[in-house]
Nanobody, 124 residues
Framework: VQLQASGGGLVQAGDSLRLSCAASGRTFRNDRMAWFRRAPGKEREFVAALRWSSGSTYYGDSVKGRFTISRDNAKNTVYLQMNSLKPEDTAVYYC??????????????????WGQGTQVTVSS
């Protein structure tokens, strides 16, 4: 399994950005896909997740109403649309995948494969 994240960059507060995560190596219909982020000096935190088969979505409290996770079945790609960006959204963003299990969508232990990360920097 390979996950290739892209789309990061330097933007101003209030701007939008869309991250992409191209997944390959197997069928992902039994997977959960997620985005996590790590800000400088902080632990990696949950941002958003979806269940590939149903498209059900889950969000961290800090991004609810601003970020949207989605998927394109034909392209095997997961997106993170980020609107109304804030300086505190500055972080390296990682996509992740893992088989559906009883683990919470928000825990890193629920994911077996990780992308390389893409830097998002939001200036004030």
């Amino acid at each position: 399994v390979q996950l290739q994240a892209s789309g990061g960059g330097l933007v101003q507060a209030g701007d939008s950005l869309r991250l992409s995560c191209a997944a390959s190596g197997r069928t992902f219909r039994n997977d959960r896909m997620a985005w996590f982020r790590r800000a400088p000096g902080k632990e990696r935190e949950f941002v958003a997740a979806l269940r590939w088969s149903s498209g059900s979505t889950y969000y961290g409290d800090s991004v609810k109403g601003r970020f949207t996770i989605s998927r394109d079945n034909a392209k095997n790609t997961v997106y993170l649309q980020m609107n109304s960006l804030k300086p505190e959204d500055t972080a390296v963003y990682y996509c992740a995948s893992g088989l559906i299990s009883t683990l919470s969508y928000t825990t890193q232990r629920g994911y077996d494969y990780w992308g390389q990360g893409t830097q998002v920097t939001v200036s004030s």
